[in-house]
């Protein structure tokens, strides 16, 4: 029996395709009819991802639950920016904000899938935002999505790349919301750890009320805090600047004896840490940006705005892998 191998699966009679290592005893699995949904990733009969009850459930909360893909990231005050001289109005679907994007609920074209010994278990899938003209329609930017789930070697990792084959150079704003699990009555036994360099202050509304400083919270998570420890919602949702080049966060579940190592990379300098009442997880989110980015007046090397010009890709990857807690 091979070690890879990619199953065609199905959820509540939604097609899902599960990535399998059977050596590192690790199963991932993907919704592509629902914004491209990691919503499992179990290793040695451990789950750490939050799944949600039912297809349904994760239609309407795609925010909620599993990996969703943010672009942009985070609410975007009043549903409406400028960048570069030009005005963009979204949809309300966070009224009166946008929030999070459709990427995350919108169905992915599959375009390659496998499983062999050099590649491991894999699956790329597209989204062309010209082939959606009601979203043309408010982003006039014909970009293509192209991204890759694959498990190797015990590691999970998302390769991305982002295209802009429209004439105009266009505002660039990405994002993930992974929530790790753990079990009820474990949170005092997961322990935090993010190369956080500053913490920005927010507004009563959550948006960046002033440029990010060093705050007890940030150096207290450079050294590891309890996931019980941390601010509950509403109010637990905290913005934070990264230490410069790649970054490394964790998870140390002590109940379990392992770690989770979230490796994301050097294309995410923002990183939102996020408490959810409505699941036993808590979120690390790696952003490319603030969100609100291109509403607020600070700097862009503060506050990651950036635009991608026609002809241009974007390219990121980050990894998840799972490992003894050393005592």
């Known amino acids: 029996m091979s070690r890879y191998e ?5 959820w509540d009679g939604e097609s899902t395709l599960r990535l399998v290592d059977r050596d590192a005893q690790a199963t991932a699995e993907i919704i592509p009819a629902v914004g491209l949904h990691l919503f499992r990733f179990d290793v040695r009969n451990h789950a750490y991802i939050a799944k949600p009850a039912s297809v349904a459930e994760l239609r309407v909360k795609s925010s909620r639950y599993g990996v969703p893909i943010l672009f942009p990231p985070g609410r975007v005050k009043q549903a409406a920016f400028t960048f570069e001289g030009r005005e963009y109005r ?9 929030a999070h994007g459709e990427l ?3 169905p992915w074209k599959i375009v390659a899938s496998g499983a062999d010994a050099a590649g491991g278990a894999y699956v790329s899938a597209e989204f062309n935002i010209a082939e959606h003209p009601d979203m043309l329609a408010y982003f006039p930017h014909a970009a293509c999505l192209r ?4 498990l190797k070697d015990g590691t999970l990792s998302l390769r991305g790349e982002i295209a802009n084959h429209s004439g105009q150079t266009m505002p660039l704003s990405l994002g993930f919301h992974p929530y790790f699990a753990y079990t009820d009555g474990e949170a005092s036994r997961v322990n935090v750890l993010i190369p956080a360099a500053a913490e920005w202050p927010l507004s009563a509304d959550g948006f960046a009320a002033g440029e990010p400083k060093l705050s007890p919270l940030s150096a ?3 050294q590891g805090v309890a996931v019980s420890a941390l601010p ?3 109010g637990g949702s905290q913005l934070l600047s990264m230490e410069p080049g790649p970054q490394t966060c964790e ?11 979230f490796d994301m990379g050097d294309k995410f300098p923002i990183h939102v840490l996020f408490t959810a009442p409505w699941a036993d997880a808590v979120s690390l989110e ?7 980015v291109f509403n607020e007046p600070f700097a862009a090397e503060l506050s990651g705005a950036q635009g991608l010009p026609g002809g241009e890709t974007f390219t990121f990857e980050w990894s998840i892998h799972i490992e003894p807690l050393e005592k």
Do not use: W
């Open 6 to 10: 990619l199953i065609q699966s199905e």
């Open 90 to 98: 979204l949809p309300m679907n966070r009224e009166p904000d946008h």
């Open 104 to 106: 995350r609920e919108r």
């Open 147 to 150: 991204f890759t789930y694959r």
């Open 220 to 222: 207290a998570l450079r």
């Open 232 to 234: 509950k919602y509403p």
């Open 251 to 261: 998870l140390q579940y002590e109940a379990r004896g392992t770690r989770l190592v």
């Open 286 to 292: 790696p952003y490319t940006s603030i969100m609100n």
